[in-house]
């Protein structure tokens, strides 16, 4: 790791938080190891599941070509070529393409951040307004009401917090700054969290349906109500769990080594570079003496999240007291929130100094506190930016979908398919990609928060040119704070 500095020079600074203790980088051991090795656990556990019901589950597809076939007459299967090229040609497309547009905007944001965030701010009132008029028009009076006040409420946001987009702005773009100088390391490490993500979903959603199929609730057999309850219930609480706890983690995993490359690049930025030591060690830690606590943060929003889903299903079906399910799922979003809020700057302290999860998280929100932060870290001007910038890009990238129709029309997978269903899965696909990919900005941009409340000292000398821009920006909005 790093040497870091002593910190604020300011004496009275210091007297003023006496509470407050500098983060350091902690001794290269495993933290949190109990979560780490139950995560093993439960990654040995699904491999149990998809070893033993993968079969069935190959069975069923093989049973429904062969029906398929005789009620072609003997024609093609279900799954003959034309098809599969034409679902992987649907699903691979946008993802290429969606990569080549996050690259774009990357260079968009490092060109012009303070352009888009203003522009996400009135995008957010224009849509305002359009729900306003889309409402009037129907007649719904109540319906008209409430959007008028939501339009009142974006109007009174925006004009509270124009005059920090340049502060907001100046963030982004020392953020942007720091990817680009491990652009190549940070994106590689990106998609191979993701490549892992994405596999534990295909394995998950393989051994899920053949479960479904051992308990005949699809497939031939299967039944037109299938019973959950008891034994069952248990079961599928205890697979969603894990499918939302292996989510977490490897989006954290991301997070983590976003941070801890941001760090290295603000306190030594000779170690950054394509695969420099910071980037390598913030990957190392992440993977090794830091992996159990992020399974211990992922692990806490991971129940909540189950939880929410099953209470959202017996919802659904119309099972027990509607009002009392409506309460406790309430509840739970809002507990869900607060504990990503909390992990979100939690898990930029472990990746920057090694801490284990709950003493990261105790430091990170006493550092706010004791610099009066507690408003800065609620304006997340620049994550509605990369989100706005994502939804726009990706609103183009889905017009690969009536490319690809118009190009490839002969594939059976697109006889009727139709075209609003091509941009629509385009669109999704695009999104996602290019989200997870800005994904990186967004974690450099908490870290490059953290980081100038504890060191912009270390900043100052290192990165000069992106301090003065971002020391003149906070002196206009918050000049009592420093």
């Known amino acids: 790791m790093w040497e870091v500095n002593t910190g604020f020079e300011r004496n009275e600074t210091r007297s003023e938080t006496p509470n407050y203790t500098k983060g350091e980088p902690?001794?290269?051991?495993?933290?949190?190891?109990?979560?780490?090795?139950?995560?093993?656990?439960?990654?040995?556990?699904?491999?149990?599941?998809?070893?033993?019901?993968?079969?069935?589950?190959?069975?069923?597809?093989?049973?429904?070509?062969?029906?398929?076939?005789?009620?072609?007459?003997?024609?093609?299967?279900?799954?003959?070529?034309?098809?599969?090229?034409?679902?992987?040609?649907?699903?691979?497309?946008?993802?290429?393409?969606?990569?080549?547009a996050s690259l774009c905007g990357l260079a968009m944001i490092m060109a012009c951040a303070k352009t888009i965030i203003h522009l996400s701010l009135v995008f957010s009132i224009m849509i305002s307004i359009v729900i306003v008029l889309v409402s009037i028009a129907s007649g719904q009076v109540f319906g008209s009401l409430f959007a008028v006040l939501m339009l009142?409420?974006?109007?009174?946001?925006?004009?509270?917090?124009?005059?920090?987009?340049?502060?907001?702005?100046?963030?982004?773009?020392?953020?942007?700054?720091?990817?680009?100088?491990?652009?190549?390391?940070?994106?590689?490490?990106?998609?191979?969290?993701?490549?892992?993500?994405?596999?534990?979903?295909?394995?998950?959603?393989?051994g899920f349906f053949g479960i479904l199929i051992k308990w005949e609730c699809v497939g031939q057999a299967g039944n037109d109500v299938c019973n959950v309850d008891g034994?069952?219930?248990?079961?599928?609480?205890?697979?969603?769990?894990?499918?939302?706890?292996?989510?977490?983690?490897?989006?954290?995993?991301?997070?983590?080594?976003?941070?801890?490359?941001?760090?290295?690049?603000?306190?030594?930025?000779?170690?950054?570079?394509?695969?420099?030591?910071?980037?390598r060690g913030a990957w190392s830690r992440a993977m090794t003496s830091s992996f159990g606590s992020i399974c211990f943060g992922s692990l806490l929003v991971a129940i909540i999240q189950a939880?929410?889903?099953?209470?959202?299903?017996?919802?659904?079906?119309?099972?027990?007291?509607g009002i009392l399910l409506c309460l406790v799922q309430c509840i739970l979003q809002c507990l869900e929130d607060i504990l990503e809020y909390f992990n979100k700057w939690a898990m930029v302290y472990v990746g920057l100094y090694g801490y284990g999860y709950i003493e990261a998280g105790k430091n990170v929100i006493s550092l706010f506190k004791a610099r009066g932060w507690t408003t800065v870290i609620t304006e997340d001007l620049g994550?509605?930016?990369?989100?706005?910038?994502?939804?726009?890009?990706?609103?183009?990238?889905?017009?690969?979908?009536?490319?690809?129709?118009?190009?490839?029309?002969?594939?059976?997978y697109y006889d009727g398919f139709p075209g609003w269903a091509a941009y629509l899965t385009c669109?999704?696909?695009?999104?996602?990609?290019?989200?997870?990919?800005?994904?990186?900005?967004?974690?450099?941009?908490?870290?490059?928060?953290?980081?100038?409340?504890?060191?912009?000292?270390?900043?100052?000398?290192?990165?000069?040119?992106?301090?003065e821009e971002m020391r003149e920006a906070w002196l206009k909005v918050y000049p009592d704070l420093f």
């Open 307 to 321: 939880l929410k889903s099953m209470v959202q299903n017996e919802r659904a079906q119309g099972e027990g007291c």
């Open 383 to 412: 994550s509605r930016a990369i989100s706005f910038l994502a939804f726009i890009l990706s609103l183009l990238v889905g017009c690969v979908g009536f490319i690809v129709l118009a190009v490839f029309k002969d594939y059976n």
């Open 231 to 279: 034994v069952r219930g248990v079961v599928i609480f205890f697979l969603l769990l894990g499918l939302f706890w292996s989510s977490q983690v490897f989006m954290n995993l991301g997070q983590v080594t976003t941070a801890g490359t941001v760090g290295a690049w603000w306190f030594n930025p000779e170690d950054s570079g394509c695969f420099g030591s910071g980037i």
């Open 26 to 100: 902690q001794p290269k051991q495993c933290r949190d190891g109990l979560f780490a090795f139950l995560f093993y656990g439960h990654i040995a556990a699904i491999a149990w599941v998809c070893l033993s019901f993968i079969p069935s589950v190959l069975l069923e597809v093989e049973n429904q070509a062969e029906d398929g076939s005789a009620v072609n007459g003997g024609g093609e299967g279900l799954l003959d070529s034309n098809t599969i090229k034409g679902i992987v040609l649907i699903v691979l497309a946008p993802a290429v393409v969606g990569f080549i």
């Open 427 to 467: 669109w999704i696909i695009s999104y996602i990609v290019i989200l997870v990919m800005f994904g990186v900005v967004d974690s450099a941009l908490n870290t490059v928060i953290v980081c100038y409340a504890e060191a912009p000292n270390e900043f100052q000398t290192n990165h000069h040119e992106l301090s």
């Open 152 to 206: 009142v409420l974006t109007m009174c946001y925006y004009c509270a917090v124009k005059d920090r987009i340049p502060f907001a702005a100046a963030n982004l773009n020392t953020a942007t700054s720091a990817v680009r100088a491990n652009l190549f390391g940070l994106l590689t490490s990106t998609i191979f969290f993701d490549f892992l993500g994405f596999a534990y979903v295909i394995a998950w959603g393989f």
